[in-house]
């Protein structure tokens, strides 16, 4: 009877033994990363990394004001260059900015809004698992309206403007971007023409990380 017993000992023990080995081999065999994943990863820490940041928003606009309905639809010229800091899952980017919009009326006339922002800043939101941001940007500056009439006469206002701007943005390389933008600026300038306009298109960008480049 005790060699029976101690054969049944045995066995309860080595039923435990081969549980607990189960139990413990999942944690043991769980996938390791693989280089895909690696290489995504590393591409996101670098497009949300501090850096200097260059756009340029290609497309076109669209006067607004009380005499915006007798202008074509114009191209603009807008530039923004900054200092990308990284906020973990967001970036904030103080930047400044030029913007230049020109559009002609059927009679001759030649209407332009120039802003040159003396301060502003972009604030993006990346997604987790892509390299893609959502973003929205306030700049404050200079205002420049001006119409050059089709019988030769010219007027021009100064005055201060604003500029509100959102989008999307999805970075090919850690290097350049891509997206969507769409822009409103507003000049406070004393003038019933044209004191605004609508801008929308594609938006090219590109970032240095200053964390590796």
Same mark, same amino acid.
């Given at each position: 009877?005790?060699?029976?017993?101690?054969?049944?000992?045995?066995?309860?023990?080595?039923?435990?033994?081969?549980?607990?080995?189960?139990?413990?081999?999942?944690?043991?065999?769980?996938?390791?990363?693989?280089?895909?994943?690696?290489?995504?990863?590393?591409?996101?820490?670098? *497009?949300?990394?501090?850096?200097?940041?260059?756009?340029?928003?290609?497309?076109?606009?669209?006067?607004?004001?009380?005499?915006?309905?007798?202008?074509?639809? $114009?191209?603009?010229?807008?530039?923004?260059?900054? &200092?990308?800091?990284?906020?973990?899952?967001?970036?904030?980017?103080?930047?400044? !900015?030029?913007? !230049?919009?020109?559009?002609?009326?059927?009679?001759?006339?030649?209407?332009?809004?120039?802003?040159?922002?003396?301060? $502003?800043?972009?604030?993006?939101?990346?997604?987790?698992? *892509?390299?893609?941001?959502?973003?929205?940007?306030?700049?404050?500056?200079?205002?420049?309206?001006?119409?050059?009439?089709?019988?030769?006469?010219?007027?021009?206002?100064?005055?201060?403007?604003?500029? *509100?701007?959102? $989008?999307?943005?999805?970075?090919?390389?850690?290097?350049?971007?891509?997206?969507?933008?769409? $822009? *409103?600026?507003?000049?406070?300038?004393?003038?019933?023409?044209?004191?605004?306009?609508?801008?929308?298109?594609?938006?090219?960008?590109?970032? &240095?990380?200053?964390?590796?480049?």
């Amino acid at each position: 009877m005790s060699r029976s017993g101690s054969c049944l000992a045995s066995a309860l023990a080595l039923s435990l033994l081969c549980a607990g080995v189960a139990e413990a081999a999942p944690l043991s065999l769980s996938p390791s990363p693989t280089a895909a994943a690696l290489r995504r990863a590393d591409l996101l820490a670098r *497009v949300r990394a501090e850096g200097i940041a260059l756009t340029f928003n290609l497309g076109g606009s669209r006067a607004l004001g009380k005499a915006a309905s007798e202008y074509d639809v $114009g191209f603009p010229l807008s530039a923004t260059l900054g &200092y990308q800091i990284n906020l973990g899952n967001a970036t904030l980017t103080p930047q400044a !900015m030029f913007e !230049m919009s020109r559009w002609s009326a059927s009679e001759g006339d030649t209407y332009g809004l120039m802003l040159v922002a003396a301060g $502003g800043g972009e604030l993006a939101y990346w997604l987790q698992h *892509v390299p893609l941001s959502l973003w929205a940007a306030l700049n404050l500056g200079i205002g420049d309206v001006s119409i050059n009439g089709g019988d030769g006469g010219t007027s021009s206002k100064v005055g201060f403007a604003i500029n *509100v701007g959102w $989008g999307l943005t999805y970075m090919l390389t850690s290097y350049i971007g891509a997206g969507l933008y769409m $822009g *409103v600026t507003k000049s406070f300038a004393n003038t019933d023409d044209p004191s605004g306009s609508l801008t929308f298109g594609f938006r090219l960008r590109a970032f &240095y990380s200053l964390a590796g480049g």
